[in-house]
């Protein structure tokens, strides 16, 4: 004869720790997400660590408790059937549970919401926010420059839908507890190198068509010289960017078009294999004949994206000399200065720590009695220098380099160097004008320039 019918479900709950303690987790979970999920829908649904609370540590909590409550009722009924324990009276359980529940619901409103109230709290100081996010500080200084400012950090760092949802919150969990130990990389990773950046099809062509035509693009870079008078000069490129039906995009993004490449290194800088499918289905590989026979067959492979070439459409970081020519050309700093371009580039580059920039200005004013408010000046370096370097974190001018071009970082010449050859000898174009046509080089006044009417 079976015991069960007799000893109901309640009775054999009520006769073991185990079930009982699998009652309270229930109970304390359920009242913790009554606390924390208002918080998280009510314009706190980006805190990650609120994420984490609500939909992470309450629900395993919660499943923890009503696992142990069917495993503490089969204990019991084991313990009856073999008559090491007494039959309890049903009275006496149903009192025994109603008091329990009681009990723990004054405990759980008294403290669970004082707590729950405190932990989630601190979690929006800036105390907090600036040790953990302090990590990112870089990224975000950048990107709120960046023409996508607008773009929230989601958009191109989650996948949507759950998959990509549970992904960031587990990698949230393990940056808290990288930030918690101060074990975290420093600098930290790129995107590029830890592979986890949101594919493109779901990011940038949600908003940017893949064929738009988009056609040439001029681009004007001024550049000074490190002489007395910071001589200027300018570069004029026409950058052939197409769309579908051609140009730098449709060459590698075209309707058809797929290239395939294996790096050497996770931040994908040498690439001694590339494959190319052209529209008319034809594959071509070509290979860096340096490198070493069968050493590229175990190496990953990836499909070319536009962050293989826009590395860095949200944290752009700048270079001194750039970002010095850049501010004498918009007539942000002072480019009658003797000297000055030179002076500058020296000091953002020997800077330990920024502080020193002002003085540096305000003594060079004084010595090359340079009319004017040296003040300006001074702030606008050392604001340069705190968008682009962040000693604690060990970033640094150039840590993160940006593969659109191949001046500043190898870049297109990963593959375009004009090494990388098929079996037939025809190596990936070098050409100088296959990319930009070179209207003008580093010359003094460009005549385009004049003909435009855009000289300075
Ligand atoms: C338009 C898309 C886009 C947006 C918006 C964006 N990122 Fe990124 N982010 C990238 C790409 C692409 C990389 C990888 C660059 C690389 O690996 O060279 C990256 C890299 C990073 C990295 C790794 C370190 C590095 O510099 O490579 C961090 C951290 C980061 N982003 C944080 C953020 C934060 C925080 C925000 C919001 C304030 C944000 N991102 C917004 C595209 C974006
Ligand atoms: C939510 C929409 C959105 C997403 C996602 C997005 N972009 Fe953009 N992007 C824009 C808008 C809007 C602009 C124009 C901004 C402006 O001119 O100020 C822009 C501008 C650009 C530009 C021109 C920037 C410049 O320097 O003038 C490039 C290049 C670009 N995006 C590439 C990308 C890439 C690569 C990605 C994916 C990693 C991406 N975008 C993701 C909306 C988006
Ligand atoms: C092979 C490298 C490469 C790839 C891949 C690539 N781009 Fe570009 N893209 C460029 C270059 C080079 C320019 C011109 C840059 C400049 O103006 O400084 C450019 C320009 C742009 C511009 C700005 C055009 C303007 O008006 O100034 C946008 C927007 C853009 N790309 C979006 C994308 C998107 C979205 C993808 C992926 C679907 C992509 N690109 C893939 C190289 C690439
Ligand atoms: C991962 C390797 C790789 C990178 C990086 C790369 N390309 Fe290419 N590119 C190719 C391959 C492969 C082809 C097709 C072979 C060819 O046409 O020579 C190609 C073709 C082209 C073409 C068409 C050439 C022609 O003869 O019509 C242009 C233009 C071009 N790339 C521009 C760029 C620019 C600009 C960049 C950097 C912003 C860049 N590529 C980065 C692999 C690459
Ligand atoms: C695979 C395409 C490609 C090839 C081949 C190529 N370039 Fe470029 N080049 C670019 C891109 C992309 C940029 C960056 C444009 C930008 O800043 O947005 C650039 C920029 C430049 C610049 C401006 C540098 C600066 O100060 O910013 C010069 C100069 C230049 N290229 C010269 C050359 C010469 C010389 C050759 C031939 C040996 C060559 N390029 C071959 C794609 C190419």
Redesign the pocket.
């Known amino acids: 004869m079976s015991p069960d019918i007799k000893r109901p479900f309640i009775v054999l709950l009520a006769s073991h720790w185990l079930s009982m303690l699998g009652v309270a987790l229930t109970t304390t979970a359920g009242f913790s997400w009554l606390f924390v999920l208002p918080m998280h829908l009510r314009g706190n649904a980006d805190n990650p660590y609120i994420g984490i609370l609500a939909f992470l540590i309450i629900p395993a909590v919660l499943f923890l408790g009503l696992a142990l409550i069917p495993v503490g009722v089969l204990l019991a009924r084991r313990q009856v059937v073999s008559g090491l324990a007494a039959i309890p009276d049903r009275r006496a359980a149903w009192r025994k549970i109603g008091v329990f529940l009681g009990l723990m619901t004054f405990v759980n409103l008294v403290i669970g919401s004082q707590a729950t109230y405190r932990a989630v709290a601190h979690m929006e100081t800036d105390q907090f926010c600036g040790q953990s996010c302090h990590v990112m500080k870089p990224e975000f200084t950048a990107w709120k420059h960046?023409?996508?400012?607008?773009?929230?950090c989601v958009?191109?760092h989650i996948t949507p839908g759950a998959a990509g949802w549970f992904a960031a919150k587990m990698a949230g969990t393990r940056q808290l507890m990288n930030v918690a130990l101060n074990t975290y990389k420093r600098p930290i990773e790129d995107a590029i190198e830890t592979n986890r950046?949101?594919r493109?099809e779901e990011?940038?062509?949600?908003?940017?068509a893949r064929d738009k035509e988009i056609g040439s693009v001029m681009k004007v870079i001024p550049t000074f010289k490190d002489d007395e008078k910071n001589t200027r000069s300018e570069t004029v490129l026409m950058l052939m960017v197409g769309g579908k039906a051609g140009g730098i995009h449709g060459a590698h993004m075209g309707p058809g078009v797929e290239i395939r490449y294996a790096p050497t290194d996770s931040k994908r800088g040498t690439i001694p294999w590339v494959e190319y499918k052209g529209a008319d289905g034809k594959v071509s590989t070509y290979v860096d004949p340096s490198a070493k026979p069968g050493s590229v067959a175990g190496l990953p492979r990836y499909t070319m994206?536009?962050?293989d070439?826009?590395s860095r459409?949200?944290h752009?970081f700048q270079l001194p000399g750039r970002a010095v020519d850049a501010a004498l050309a918009a007539g942000k700093l002072p480019a009658n200065a003797p000297f000055f371009r030179k002076f500058a580039v020296e000091l953002l580059t020997t800077s330990k720590d920024g502080t020193d920039i002002a003085p540096k200005v305000v003594a060079y004013y004084k010595e090359k009695a340079i009319p004017g408010d040296p003040a300006v000046t001074a702030a606008f370096l050392t604001n340069l220098y705190d968008s682009n370097v962040f000693p604690d974190l060990k970033v640094t001018w150039g840590t993160y380099s940006n593969n659109?071009g191949h001046t500043d970082a190898p870049g297109c010449f990963r593959c375009h160097d004009g090494s990388h050859e098929r079996a037939d000898k025809t190596a990936i174009t070098n050409d100088c004008t296959t990319c930009h046509r070179m209207v003008a080089v580093d010359e003094a006044s460009p005549e385009v320039l004049k003909t435009l009417g855009i000289d300075q």
Do not use: F, M
Not at 146 to 152: I, K, L, M, R
Not at 203 to 208: G, L, Q, S
């Open positions: 960046a023409p996508h400012s607008h773009v929230e958009e191109c950046l949101v493109s990011t940038c062509e949600k908003c940017h994206q536009c962050v070439c826009h459409p949200a752009t659109l």
